[in-house]
């Protein structure tokens, strides 16, 4: 048990829908972050929350809308998405953001877009 | 800009034998080194850090990293690795300015019995 939880662990979806990733975290963090992870890539940070407020978006297309309701839930929100954003989607948290304690990462979600 | 380097994609060691997993960094000031672990569908999952102090580390199921300041390398070791370590490692730095972490390109071990 990771005290990350992410829900669904698997998702299929076309081009046209629109789903939202979920992630929660039963630790009492107060930072929370999305990663990207593509085969025979690095680890993509996407976005950063610090008590619910994003504090880092790197570069992320508008079509990955996150949303952070509170310090314990972290949604993402998928709209119109390509082929090459299928990949393992990761949520992580941490005591606070850009300090030096670890993250503690869920177990992901397998998107795969058609 | 900070950055972090595993020169080997692959590491293969046969169970029993001492292992190693490389990794050097680059980064303005004293940074915070991190190794991570994943295993097969599951997500990354912490095993050691280095902040200060002591340069050899020591982390989870065994596993111990050092850090050269002089080299810029933090490298993972084990003295005796287990089939079961077979698994993906990641190193990590956070630089003390307060960005977010920098992860490198990630290190497959493959234990052989």
């Known amino acids: 048990e990771t005290g990350v939880t992410q829900t669904p662990r698997h998702l299929v979806m076309g081009m046209t829908n629109k789903k939202s990733l979920k992630c929660e975290q039963h630790?009492?963090?107060?930072?929370m972050y999305w990663y990207k992870q593509s085969a025979k890539k690095p680890l993509e940070l996407m976005f950063v929350?610090?008590?619910?407020?994003?504090?880092e978006n790197n570069s992320v297309p508008s079509r990955f809308s996150p949303e952070c309701p509170n310090s314990s839930h972290l949604f993402l929100h998928l709209h119109t998405l390509q082929p090459e954003d299928s990949a393992l989607y990761l949520c992580?948290?941490?005591?606070?953001?850009?300090?030096?304690?670890?993250?503690?990462f869920g177990d992901g979600t397998r998107l795969s877009i058609l | 800009a900070q950055s972090v380097a595993q020169p080997e994609d692959q590491v293969n060691v046969a169970e029993g034998n001492p292992l190693t997993v490389k990794c050097t960094y680059s980064?303005?000031?004293?940074?915070?080194l991190f190794w991570y672990v994943q295993y097969p569908n599951r997500g990354l999952q912490f095993l050691l850090k280095?902040?200060?102090?002591?340069?050899l580390v020591k982390g989870s199921y065994g596993f111990e990293a050092e850090f050269n300041k002089s080299q810029t390398s933090f490298h993972l070791k084990k003295p005796s690795a287990l089939v079961s370590d077979s698994a993906l490692y990641f190193c990590?730095?956070?630089?003390?300015?307060?960005?977010?972490?920098?992860f490198g390109p990630g290190t497959r071990l493959s234990v052989l019995p």
């Open positions: 630790l009492g963090h107060n930072a």
């Open positions: 990590a730095v956070s630089p003390p300015s307060g960005q977010n972490f920098v």
């Open positions: 280095y902040i200060t102090g002591d340069n």
């Open positions: 929350y610090s008590l619910e407020e994003r504090v």
């Open positions: 980064v303005s000031g004293n940074p915070y």
């Open positions: 992580a948290s941490s005591q606070e953001a850009g300090e030096n304690q670890p993250q503690h």
